[in-house]
């Protein structure tokens, strides 16, 4: 009996994790629809009536946060393989990774204005003698 019991925690919690997470997708998206459903409803009703409503504030997006994202994974992998083993220096890739991100978008931040305009990159100039427009 205590054969079967072994045999069956780590099925019960395998099949348990992906359950789980199974329901909290669902849950998620389930709230979403609900909300894109009441405010699709105000927008019927408002238009019906004639009045006019404002556009919701759009969320400006952090540049910055997948850069310190890989990072910090990078670090942790670091930290944690270094204490654990020898495989310390797998964490390297996703530091490397962020750090690339983060340089990319910190040089690049000054080729846009702040009314969403891209300015014009400058022109590479090729091995052939030739120029490439990187914007």
Do not use: C
């Not at 199974?22 to 009703?45: C, N, P």
């Not at 340089?103 to 891209?118: Q, W």
């Amino acid at each position: 009996m205590e054969g079967v019991i072994a045999l069956f925690i780590p099925i019960i919690g395998t099949v348990g994790t992906f359950v789980f997470i199974a329901f909290i997708v669902y849950w998620t998206l389930k709230s979403g629809d609900k909300k894109r459903q009441l405010e699709h409803e105000l927008r019927m009703t408002a238009i019906e009536k004639g009045v006019d409503i404002p556009l919701p504030p759009v969320r400006e997006k952090n540049p910055y946060m997948w850069p310190l994202i890989w990072i910090g994974l990078g670090l942790a992998i670091l930290i944690g393989l270094g204490i654990v083993g020898d495989e310390w220096y797998w964490g390297f890739i996703p530091l490397f990774v962020g750090a690339a991100m983060l340089i990319a978008r910190l040089i690049f931040r000054k080729y846009r204005k702040e009314d969403g305009e891209k300015k014009k990159l400058p022109e590479i100039t090729t091995t052939e003698g030739g120029t490439y427009d990187a914007s």
